[in-house]
């Protein structure tokens, strides 16, 4: 079977050839396409920095997601509040086995945290399921 009909091409785009020095510089470098996700160069300063991570981060997305599902807050792609409680109760529950697993590994400060946002998303919740 020739190599012609096996289906692909393979190319070297290495800088160097084998013997370690540079190729052809003429070759032209092809633009980049920008991958979904990733940003621009440059433009890493038009967006708020992410949070640090932390038991208190985590906690504070999932109860985030829970206040947007609940319709509390407007979601932020898309500027519109709706409501899907089952969504909402999938993270208030997510929370609350967080609490269970890290029972006696959270300091005074996080169990705090967790005790209250669980508490305020529960009553939003049961309010919202009327």
């Known amino acids: 079977m020739a190599d012609e009909e096996k289906g692909f091409v393979i190319k070297d785009r290495r800088a160097f050839d084998d013997k370690g020095e540079v190729k052809d510089q003429e070759r ?23 949070p640090e991570v932390n038991f208190n ?38 929370i609350a086995m967080l609490k269970d697993k890290t029972k006696g590994n959270l300091n005074p400060e996080e169990q705090r945290f967790v005790d209250t946002i669980l508490a305020d998303l529960r009553w939003r919740y049961v309010k919202k399921a009327e």
Do not use: V
């Open 57 to 94: 981060s985590l906690i504070f997305s999932l109860s985030s997601s829970a206040l947007i599902n609940l319709g509390e807050i407007a979601d932020p792609h898309t500027g519109q509040t709706e409501k899907d409680l089952p969504l909402a109760k999938h993270s208030i529950d997510t």
């Open 28 to 50: 032209k470098e092809e633009p980049r396409k920008e991958e979904p996700g990733k940003k621009a160069p440059g433009r890493e300063t038009e967006e708020m920095p992410l």
